[in-house]
């Protein structure tokens, strides 16, 4: 059975920063992508960052780009999102999530397993 676990998110005051972590089991996802997604209240759930696992390749979303960076350990299972001088319009919850290509992608149906969430508040 295949599970992501998400922590790192809490309360932070803008321009602070935080580091989500995403541990992977079940299996070994050595040829899989993996992202980040966020969800406010009101709002779809968007794209943040994703990360192949093997090469290093990363994309992220404009809002975001120049702030957070993606990274994972693969001898962990486990990928991460720095995220720096964060701004209230950050606050979400935020998902890890699996893809199911190699490739990265910002699609989020691209995506098939996906963590339960852990919330990032800033506040201003």
């Known amino acids: 059975q295949v599970q992501l676990v998400e922590s790192g998110g809490g309360l932070v005051q803008a321009g602070g920063s935080l580091r989500l972590s995403c541990a992977a089991s079940?299996?070994?996802?050595?040829?899989?992508?993996m992202g980040w997604f966020r969800q406010a209240p009101g709002k779809e759930r968007e794209f943040v960052a994703a990360?192949?696992?093997?090469?290093?390749?990363?994309i992220y979303a404009d809002s975001v780009k120049g702030r957070f960076t993606v990274s994972r350990d693969n001898t962990k299972n486990t990928v991460y999102l720095q995220m720096n001088s964060l701004k209230p319009e950050d606050t979400a919850v935020y998902y890890c999530?699996?893809?199911?290509?190699?490739?990265?992608?910002?699609?989020?149906?691209?995506?098939?397993?996906w963590g339960q969430g852990t919330q990032v508040t800033v506040s201003s």
């Open positions: 999530a699996i893809s199911k290509y190699s490739w990265v992608t910002r699609i989020l149906y691209d995506y098939d397993y």
């Open positions: 079940g299996r070994t996802f050595t040829s899989s992508a």
């Open positions: 990360s192949s696992w093997i090469g290093g390749t990363t």
